[in-house]
């Protein structure tokens, strides 16, 4: 009997914790570290895997995603014997995606070559800013210089490139942010995930902008003339929205991320990662330990999950829906049903799509671009009512 992960997939995500700097805007579970034992690290990552393996046998692996903190830090030979385990205690897809993330210094891009080997075949960049000023404000370590040096390495590298850029940001205007986003695209990209700068709390951002000392950023009508921009001139260039921040061409979408989205199953291996499994006919949430040390002691004793949550249906109908309707493509409302046991109030779709929220094509419900812009409110009122 098909279970419900199958229709969105199965991939592993490993997070490795470890940043040169930490970024003022960054609420990713990242520590800055000079002493890190790379042979440790390797064999925590092998012994997870091995783990998880043991509850997952014969599934097969469609995506592997090394996030962080900043992964192109870590060993090439690290992350080498990590994709070479993956290939023997699971059967992989023939188009197996395997992304690294990458920061553009110099020093990262000198190894591209040995992930590529390894097996890595999509680097994603965090670029973020193509403008030197931005870049140190955004506390970045890298210039302009060196990201695009950096990625026109990687381009003659890898089979694919993605790279971030992040917008409103203090005093960016909407010109600013349409020309650097035409000089982004200029760059024979055909991923870009382009994020709405976000001030989270407990960052170095967070602190400043509780205390009015964050001057200079956009009023929610510009954030939204922005939004509508990136709308407007990626869909001209060929790269329209398939989820709310992420652009592509056609088949260059993030393989791995579309998991999520599409609300498959996926081992989150490392400090502090998420996953959702499904064993036994039922879905559990896991989290594993975020302090690195702590993760590390807690591998030893065959004990990484911090917790395993069973999850009930309803917990997984909002999931699905949460990260469903993100995508372009939106969500099949049949399998809602079947997770939540009962359909979405008809009323309440008849009164979303007749101010233009969301938009009904057969049995699929998607939201519109006015509905991104609130998006969080679209859900509430589908789940509420």
């Not at 000023?133 to 990201?147: N, P, Q, S």
């Not at 009015?212 to 001139?233: N, W, Y």
């Not at 599409?262 to 502090?272: F, K, M, S, V």
């Not at 969080?376 to 009512?385: A, D």
Request: glycine share 8%.
């Amino acid at each position: 009997m098909t279970e419900d992960w199958q229709q969105g997939g199965f991939g592993i995500y490993i997070h490795w914790p470890f940043c040169e700097a930490k970024c003022p805007y960054c609420d990713f579970n990242s520590h800055v570290s000079r002493n890190i034992d790379q042979g440790a690290w390797k064999i925590a990552y092998l012994s997870e895997l091995n783990r998880y393996a043991a509850e997952t046998k014969g599934r097969t692996v469609t995506s592997v995603f090394f996030g962080g903190g900043t992964p192109s830090l870590m060993d090439p030979e690290t992350v080498a014997a990590v994709i070479a385990e993956i290939r023997k205690l699971w059967p992989t897809a023939n188009d197996l995606e395997i992304t690294l993330e990458a920061n553009p210094g110099s020093v990262e891009a000198g190894r591209f070559v040995a992930y590529r080997d390894g097996g890595v075949s999509r680097i994603s960049m965090g670029i973020q800013a193509l403008n030197d000023a931005d870049l140190k404000r955004l506390g970045r370590i890298h210039t302009v210089t060196e990201a695009l040096t950096a990625f026109d390495i990687a381009r003659n590298t890898f089979e694919r490139v993605s790279f971030d850029l992040i917008y409103a940001r203090q005093n960016q205007s909407l010109k600013d942010w349409q020309a650097e986003l035409k000089t982004a695209l200029s760059l024979s990209i055909d991923h870009l995930s382009l994020y709405q700068l976000t001030i989270e709390a407990g960052t170095a951002f967070g602190d400043r902008y509780a205390i009015g000392k964050l001057r200079g950023l956009p009023d929610e009508d510009l954030g939204a003339d922005m939004f509508d921009a990136t709308q407007d001139i990626c869909g001209a260039a060929g790269m329209p929205a398939y989820e709310v921040s992420n652009h592509a061409s056609d088949s260059a979408q993030s393989r791995h991320n579309l998991i999520y989205w599409r609300y498959g199953d996926y081992l989150g291996i490392g400090p502090g990662a998420h996953g959702r499994l499904t064993t036994n006919g039922k879905r559990s949430a896991t989290i594993c330990y975020s302090n690195p040390k702590r993760w590390l002691d807690a591998v030893a004793s065959k004990n990484a999950e911090q917790s395993r949550e069973q999850l009930s249906r309803d917990d997984e109908a909002t999931e699905f829906m949460l990260m469903g309707l993100r995508l372009r493509e939106g969500i099949d409302v049949n399998r809602y049903t079947a997770l939540a046991k009962k359909p979405l109030n008809p009323n309440t779709i008849e009164h979303l799509a007749s101010i233009g929220m969301i938009a009904m094509q057969k049995d699929r419900l998607l939201v519109t671009n006015q509905g991104f812009k609130v998006l969080n409110s679209v859900i509430s009122e589908l789940l509420t009512t």
